[in-house]
C-alpha cells in the first residue's frame, strides 16, 4: 500500500483505477482517458494533485537563499501572491527539479514534484548553511487542479458556497501565475493543460468537501492518463521524462526559466549553464522540439529518431514524451534531437516514418496552435 491522500476513498467511490505514482495510491482514470481529456478541453476536470510536496520557506534570509538555490530570480516576485517557474539545478546544470514559487505575506511558497520529494528535501537542507532561513514541509495541505474552460466560473461558484467569499472572486480577477489566499487556503491562476483554470490548496479536512462540491457542480474527476495527454498537448515538460538531473535546461526547452540578469547573481549551477550556452550557439548542445505525424501509429517515449544535418549527415534523437492527441487526433511528441536537425524520421519497428518538427506546444485553450 503506498501512500494516500486524504480524497482516496473518494476516488474509489468515483470508481478509479488507482496505480503507484512515485510512491503514492493515485488513479490513473474514472471512466475512459478520451473521455476525462474532452471534459477538461471542453467544460472543466478535477485533478487531485495532494501528492505533490509544499514548501514554505521564511527568514530573513529567505529571498537571497532561493536566488542561490533556483535557476529563475525570485527577486523579480515584487508582491505577495506572484508566482514563477523555475528549474532547481545542480552543479553540473543538470535538472534536479522543476518548480513553481510563490511571494507569500510569509515569506515564500515552493510546490515540488512528488517523485522528487525526499532528494528535493535533503538538497534544500544541504545548502542552508550561511542563510538564516526555516523551511516547513506542508504534508497537512491537500491540492486540487480545476482546469478546463468552466473552470473558473464553476470554482468561484463553488468557493462561494463553501463559505469561502473572500475567495470567490479570485478566479475572475487572478492573472495567470498569480495567488491569493484567506487563512490557509491558498488560490492560484496556474496549472499545465493549456486551459483556464485554478490550483487549490487547502487544508486536508477540507479537500473532501471541495471535491464533493466540484462534481456536483459538474465537474469531472481526472485521473493521471488524461494528465499526461493534456500537458503534454499543451507542450509542458514533465519531471524524469523530458529533463532530469543529466539534462541541461537549455535541451529542455526551458531557457526562459533562467534569469541571466543580473549577471553578478550566483545561482547553484550557473557556471555550468554558462557553458552550456556556449555549447548552444556552437551546435554542440541538444535542442527539445515538438513533433507531429499525421500517418497512422503512436510516437512513444524512448523511440528512436534518425536526424538529418545540414551536411546530409545523420545523427540520433529521442522521444522523450509521445501519444496520440485526443484533439487533433494524431500522434504528437516531445524530443530532443541534435542542434542543427534539417528533418526527421521515427524508427517505428524498424520503419523510418518522417515526422514534422514543431514549436513545443500544441493545443491552447482547445485549438491547435502550430502551423
Known amino acids: 500500500m503506498g501512500n494516500r491522500t486524504p480524497l482516496f476513498s473518494r476516488h474509489q467511490d468515483a470508481g478509479a483505477r488507482l496505480v503507484d505514482f512515485g510512491g503514492w495510491d493515485m488513479p490513473i482514470q474514472y471512466t475512459s482517458l478520451i473521455e476525462e481529456h474532452n471534459a477538461v478541453r471542453t467544460h472543466a476536470g478535477v485533478f487531485d494533485v495532494s501528492h505533490m510536496t509544499i514548501v514554505d520557506v521564511s527568514g530573513p534570509d529567505a529571498e537571497r537563499w532561493l536566488r542561490f538555490m533556483l535557476a529563475n530570480d525570485v527577486a523579480r516576485l515584487k508582491i505577495s501572491g506572484q508566482a514563477l517557474y523555475t528549474g532547481m539545478l545542480n552543479e553540473q546544470g543538470g535538472v534536479i527539479d522543476d518548480l513553481i514559487v510563490y511571494r507569500t505575506e510569509q515569506g515564500f511558497r515552493m510546490v515540488v514534484n512528488c517523485a522528487t520529494r525526499e532528494k528535493d528535501l535533503q538538497w534544500m537542507q544541504d545548502h542552508l548553511e550561511g542563510f538564516e532561513v526555516h523551511l516547513q514541509e506542508r504534508p497537512e495541505l491537500a491540492i486540487l487542479a480545476v482546469q478546463g474552460p468552466a473552470a473558473l466560473t464553476l470554482t468561484a461558484q463553488v468557493l462561494q458556497t463553501l463559505g469561502q467569499p473572500e475567495l470567490a472572486g479570485a478566479p475572475a480577477s487572478l492573472k495567470p501565475f498569480t495567488a491569493t489566499g484567506s487563512g490557509d487556503w491558498f488560490v492560484a491562476r496556474t496549472g499545465y493543460t493549456g486551459e483556464h483554470g485554478m490550483e487549490i490548496m487547502l487544508p486536508d479536512q477540507n479537500a473532501g468537501q471541495l471535491w464533493d462540491a466540484l462534481l456536483q457542480a459538474g ?64 551546435g554542440q548542445l541538444p535542442i527539445m522540439k515538438g513533433l507531429v505525424m499525421t500517418e497512422r501509429g503512436v510516437l512513444r517515449e524512448g523511440l528512436r529518431l534518425e536526424c538529418v544535418m545540414a551536411d546530409g549527415s545523420k545523427l540520433d534523437g529521442i522521444i522523450t514524451s509521445g501519444t496520440f492527441s485526443p484533439t487533433l487526433k494524431h500522434a504528437i511528441a516531445l524530443a530532443r534531437i541534435p542542434s542543427g536537425t534539417q528533418q526527421c524520421a521515427a524508427d517505428i519497428r524498424g520503419k523510418l516514418i518522417p515526422v514534422r518538427m514543431v514549436k513545443p506546444g500544441f493545443v491552447r485553450h482547445g485549438k491547435k496552435v502550430f502551423d
Open 219 to 282: 465537474v469531472k474527476p481526472i485521473g493521471l492518463g488524461a494528465r499526461d495527454t493534456l500537458r503534454l498537448e499543451a507542450g509542458m515538460n514533465l519531471y524524469g521524462h523530458d529533463m532530469d538531473e543529466s539534462t541541461s535546461p537549455l535541451s529542455a526547452n526551458m531557457a526562459w526559466t533562467i534569469a541571466w540578469e543580473p549577471a553578478d547573481r550566483q545561482f547553484i549551477g550557473r557556471a555550468a549553464v554558462e557553458q552550456h550556452k556556449q555549447q548552444l550557439a556552437d
